[in-house]
C-alpha cells in the first residue's frame, strides 16, 4: 500500500532555530516528492518538487533533499522565524495514476519567542 | 493573478440537505483536482477534471457526490443529502499540465470547510 509517513508529528523550537522534518515514503514505482506549507485555515502552498534524479532543492530559507534509494526526504528549515508555524505536509507522487498524490498527515512545527 | 478561489469558506448544512462548492482555477489552468481533509488527517485524493470531462473519480463515493467543471464557470463538487461524515475541509487544487510533468505545479485554493449539523 502506497503510505507515507512524517515525523515528528509535533515540534516546538525557539525563534533563530534550526529544524529538521522528516519524510518516509513507500509509494513506488516514484516520480516526484514536493514539500508543501499550509496555515492553519489555509490551503496548502509548494515549497519545492523533486524528482527521483534530484537530491536537494532550496527556496530561500527552506532545503529540501531527497534519497530515492531508501525513500526518504527531509526538509530543513534555517533560521526559523515566527511565521514558520505552520503544517508542513510531505506528498508523494507515483507513476501510476500521478495526479493521486499521496499526502502525509504533516509536522506541525511551531516557532516560539 | 489571483490564485485558486473556492467559495463559500464555511458552509453549515443540516442533515440531509445539499451542499455545493465552488472552485475556480487559476488562470490558464484546465486541470482541477478536489481533496478532502479530515482532522488530523492528510488530504485525500477524490477528483480529477479537465474541461468539461471527469478523467478519475475513483477517490469519491459513489453516491450522494458529483463533481463537474463546465466548458463555462467554476467546478463543482456536490454533495447529496449530507450526514455528519461529511464534516470536512474540501480543498481544490489546479494545474496547468498533467501532474505527470515532473515540474507541473499545483496551486490550491484555502478550502471550504463544511459543517454538518
Known amino acids: 500500500k502506497n503510505q507515507v509517513e512524517q515525523s515528528p508529528q509535533s515540534l516546538i523550537i525557539l525563534e533563530g532555530k534550526n529544524c529538521t522534518l522528516q519524510?518516509?515514503?513507500?509509494?513506488?514505482?516514484?516520480?516526484?516528492l514536493r514539500w508543501y506549507k499550509q496555515d492553519t485555515g489555509r490551503g496548502p502552498v509548494s515549497l519545492t518538487i523533486?524528482?527521483?534524479?534530484?537530491n536537494t532543492k532550496s527556496n530561500g530559507r527552506y532545503t529540501a533533499t531527497l534519497d530515492a534509494d531508501t525513500k526518504q526526504s527531509s526538509l530543513h528549515i534555517t533560521a526559523s522565524q515566527l511565521s514558520d508555524s505552520a503544517s508542513y505536509i510531505c506528498?508523494?507522487?507515483?507513476?501510476?495514476?500521478?495526479?493521486?498524490?499521496?499526502f502525509g498527515s504533516g509536522t506541525r512545527l511551531l516557532v516560539r519567542p | 493573478n489571483a490564485g485558486v478561489m473556492q467559495n463559500p469558506r464555511h458552509l453549515v448544512r443540516r442533515r440531509g440537505q445539499e451542499a455545493r462548492l465552488r472552485c475556480s482555477p487559476m488562470?490558464?489552468?484546465?486541470?482541477v483536482y478536489w481533496y478532502r481533509q479530515l482532522p488530523e488527517e492528510g488530504l485525500k485524493f477524490m477528483v480529477y477534471?479537465?474541461?468539461?470531462?471527469?478523467?478519475?473519480e475513483s477517490g469519491m463515493p459513489k453516491e450522494r457526490f458529483s463533481a463537474e467543471f463546465p466548458k463555462e464557470g467554476p467546478s463543482i463538487l456536490r454533495i447529496q443529502q449530507v450526514v455528519r461524515g461529511d464534516s470536512a475541509a474540501y480543498f481544490c487544487?489546479?494545474?496547468?499540465?498533467?501532474?505527470?510533468?515532473?515540474?507541473?505545479?499545483?496551486?490550491f485554493g484555502n478550502g471550504t470547510r463544511l459543517t454538518v449539523t
Open positions: 487544487a489546479s494545474s496547468p499540465g498533467h501532474l505527470s510533468s515532473y515540474n507541473s505545479p499545483l496551486h
Open positions: 519524510c518516509n515514503y513507500t509509494v513506488s514505482p516514484f516520480s516526484n
Open positions: 523533486m524528482t527521483f534524479s534530484e
Open positions: 506528498v508523494v507522487s507515483g507513476m501510476d495514476s500521478s495526479y493521486k498524490l499521496i
Open positions: 488562470k490558464g489552468h484546465s486541470h
Open positions: 477534471l479537465q474541461k468539461e470531462n471527469i478523467i478519475d
